[in-house]
């Protein structure tokens, strides 16, 4: 079982590394990628939950506030994710995104009142040393650093969500948390995607759909149900895989070559998951 929640999350996390490459393909603002990535995402989760018959029933009025909330999240995270790729690259945007275990680690053990693992405090820490390291510089005069700054928020919001989705996992099936999530994101965000007079070209909606759906919905489903069988704190180490994939698809995909400072980061941040799949 706990085998296959790690293959789950590892499937997620590489889907996830395909994502920021959108932000580069599509040359919508980030406010309306993010909005096409929910709106795609929800639509095919309900319709996969009506074809499968499964419930669409939230057993407690705290819970759906609770879902709301953890939809504002999301959309939080994910246009500060795209924000930051768009603003810099995609491995300064993946990269300072990898912060986000040092925050679970951390946030974990006040939510759930959970021992603190010195093990996964040393990891993040590791981790958070990589990051530093792929920095090229910190100056607020210039785009890079602002895409770091936004990274970093979209780091913080993952990890919230995170400890959000660990609890929901105990209670409802994952696609129908993430159907619930994303919907509430598509409908916080339309207003705002409405005030760009910028219409998507054919090809850009083709990518929006397959960004949806299959890096969206298939993605956001198998991460938020290994938080069934995974703590937070190891998904959110395993997450971490998100910068190396982020800058290998970079390099391939769109011919962003890695200074040896980004290398030498995400090699670091490659050890500490190796590691923590070793002692998981």
């Known amino acids: 079982m706990k085998k296959r929640a790690i293959l789950s999350v590892n499937i997620a996390v590489l889907l996830f590394g395909l994502a920021g490459l959108f932000a580069k393909w599509i040359s919508l603002p980030a406010i309306c990628i993010t909005f096409g990535r929910v709106l795609f995402s929800s639509l095919a989760l309900g319709l996969f939950m009506l074809v499968r018959r499964q419930s669409f029933r939230i057993a ?19 246009w500060s994710f795209l924000e930051s790729i ?3 690259t995609v491995a300064i945007g993946t990269i300072t995104f990898s912060a986000f275990p040092l925050f679970v680690t951390f946030l974990e053990p006040l939510v759930f009142r959970q021992k603190l693992s010195r ?29 770091i ?16 989705n660990k609890d929901f996992s105990e209670k409802y099936s994952g696609t129908m948390t993430a159907f619930y999530e994303q919907a509430t994101a598509a409908m916080i965000l339309l207003p705002f995607a409405l005030k760009v007079d910028i219409p998507p070209s054919a090809s850009e909606i083709g ?18 149900s290994s938080l069934k069988t995974l703590p937070a704190q190891l998904a959110g180490v395993f997450s971490s895989m998100e910068t190396v994939y982020g800058i290998l698809f970079a390099f391939l995909l769109l011919g ?5 400072r980004e290398i030498i980061g995400a090699a670091m941040i490659l050890s500490a998951v190796i590691a923590a799949q070793r002692g998981g």
């Open 60 to 78: 407690a009025g705290k819970d759906a506030v609770l879902l709301v909330c953890a939809g504002a999240v999301l959309a939080l995270h994910w």
């Open 256 to 260: 962003e070559v890695p200074s040896v």
């Open 207 to 224: 990518l929006l759909l397959f960004l949806g759906i299959v890096t969206t919905a298939v993605a956001h489903t198998l991460f938020i």
């Open 86 to 88: 768009q603003l810099s």
């Open 119 to 147: 093990r996964n405090v040393l990891i993040a820490v590791v981790i958070l040393i990589g990051v530093f390291i792929t920095v090229p510089e910190f100056s607020a005069q210039n785009s890079m650093f602002l895409g």
């Open 149 to 164: 700054v936004i990274g970093m928020l979209s780091a913080l919001a993952y990890a919230v969500l995170t400890l959000m």
